[in-house]
């Protein structure tokens, strides 16, 4: 089974802290995203990952950034947290090219920001 | 571009009911459609998708969905609810590259005893 884990369950920071997501995935996954989760908008995507190194913005970019060091781990990035940020934050990880495409989801982190 | 809605932001049914969630499409090209579920405090688990193989996708937890092209539907059922299904529920489409997930904006399942 694919295993997307992400660093925290819940986190709570201040107004103007930088703050890092962290989310590892174990099969290897060439495409990972990261998604905030906001009642009644669904999920919106931030940016995404198709290979080390490699970004592309995705809905709602702005105030965020990202990193892709190793292929296994994509960490999002809030350069100075402000209270609209306050959100549930889900990472995915995707199967490889010439698979059925299919998103695996990791248990998500919900961040509050006072 | 490609969008998806969901009528009903909450649903509610009595457990042993049948469960009809609601999702409708655009999309300019062939799409993959895809159920979500997600059960309190976790992340999505994909409960079934359609990839332009048959039009009656079977899932896990005895869900099933039928891709209507000339409806651009994919709407959930499961024919008789239990308690444990009590969840919110994504429908989401996706073109070839799967680069760019769309997300309905979820419905809320409640099962009453």
């Known amino acids: 089974d694919v295993k997307v884990t992400q660093s925290s369950r819940y986190l709570v920071k201040r107004t103007g802290e930088k703050v890092f997501l962290e989310c590892v995935q174990d099969m290897d996954h060439e495409n990972m995203f990261w998604y905030r989760q906001d009642p009644g908008l669904g999920l919106r995507l931030i940016y995404f990952s198709y290979d080390v190194k490699m970004k592309e913005k995705g809905d709602i970019p702005e105030g965020y950034s990202v990193s892709r060091e190793k292929k296994e781990r994509f960490s999002l990035i809030l350069e100075s947290a402000s209270t609209n940020q306050t959100s549930m934050y889900l990472c995915?990880?995707?199967?490889?090219?010439?698979?059925?495409?299919?998103?695996?989801f990791g248990p998500g982190t919900r961040l509050l920001v006072l | 571009a490609q969008s998806v809605t969901q009528l009903g932001s909450h649903v509610s049914v009595s457990e042993g009911a049948l469960v009809l969630l609601r999702c409708n499409y655009s999309?300019?090209?062939?799409?993959?459609l895809f159920w979500y579920v997600q059960y309190p405090n976790q992340g999505l688990q994909l409960l079934l998708k359609y990839t332009s193989a048959a039009t009656l996708v079977k899932g896990i937890n005895g869900f099933e969905a039928e891709f209507k092209k000339s409806e651009t539907s994919f709407h959930l059922t499961k024919p008789s609810a239990h308690m444990s299904d009590a969840a919110e529920y994504f429908c989401a489409v996706s073109d070839r590259t799967g680069n760019q997930f769309y997300f309905g904006t979820g419905t809320s399942l409640t099962v009453i005893p």
């Open positions: 999309s300019s090209v062939p799409p993959y």
């Open positions: 995915a990880s995707r199967e490889p090219q010439g698979a059925p495409e299919t998103q695996y």
